[in-house]
């Protein structure tokens, strides 16, 4: 069993920066794919960037402003995220192979 602990978010204001992290725990198992997602109030999850089998997709609203990379040594997963925007003020979660993290509480201040 795989246990996620996000961690990272917090407040910040229009244009600045946040590193979420999320690391496993557990019975690591090794899969192709890891991702983060968000969900903001009264909307459903999205995709937000995933690496899956070494290929990084990005959901269009983050593009070029946001990096998810991992450290498998660490068994943990990124997410920078730089020029921030009140439209990204959600919950973030990551995802290991379908394992849900609890999410951690990003909001951005205009």
């Known amino acids: 069993q795989v246990n996620l602990v996000e961690s990272g978010g917090g407040l910040v204001q229009t244009g600045g920066s946040l590193r979420l992290s999320c690391t496993a725990s557990?019975?690591?198992?090794?899969?192709?794919?890891v991702a983060w997602y968000r969900q903001a109030p009264g909307k459903q999850r999205e995709s937000v960037a995933t690496i899956t089998s070494g290929i990084t997709n990005y959901a269009d609203s983050v593009k070029g402003r946001f990096t998810i990379s991992k450290d498998s040594a660490k068994n943990t997963l990124y997410l920078r995220m730089n020029d921030l925007k009140p439209e990204d003020t959600a919950v973030y979660f990551c995802n290991f192979g379908g394992t849900w993290g609890r999410g951690t509480q990003v909001t951005v201040s205009s």
């Open positions: 557990g019975i690591i198992v090794i899969n192709n794919f």
